[in-house]
């Protein structure tokens, strides 16, 4: 991959190799579908916000806790949007540099 112009946060993102570690069998990013990237990253971007905003004993944290409505639509479309460019992203680059998809290459 390197030889490809990857570098390796690019095609093995830490959550990947957290994933790997932990005996998570992921496909790599650019070899994923783009709805398994799309899911993957669209379900863990709000959660993981959600816990860093519960967390977080700031002045914006007690500023959103009467509107908990509003920061629940926050972080899901800002999942939706996050998912969606991060797989349409990871897709751009396999397609570009014509990588199978991983069950193809098996």
């Known amino acids: 991959m ?31 579908s783009f709805l398994g990237n799309f899911l993957l990253c669209a379900g863990l971007f709000p959660l993981g916000l959600g816990v860093l905003f519960a967390l977080r004993e700031t002045d914006m944290a007690k500023a959103l806790t009467p509107y908990p409505g509003w920061v629940i639509t926050g972080l899901t479309v800002a999942g939706l949007l996050t998912g969606l460019a991060l797989a349409a992203y990871w897709r751009s680059r396999r397609i570009k540099f014509g990588l199978p998809l991983w069950h193809e290459a098996e």
């Open 2 to 32: 390197e030889s490809l112009g990857f570098s390796l946060n690019e095609h093995s993102p830490k959550l990947w190799r957290l994933a790997w570690r932990a005996g998570i069998a992921l496909p790599p990013p650019f070899q994923a």
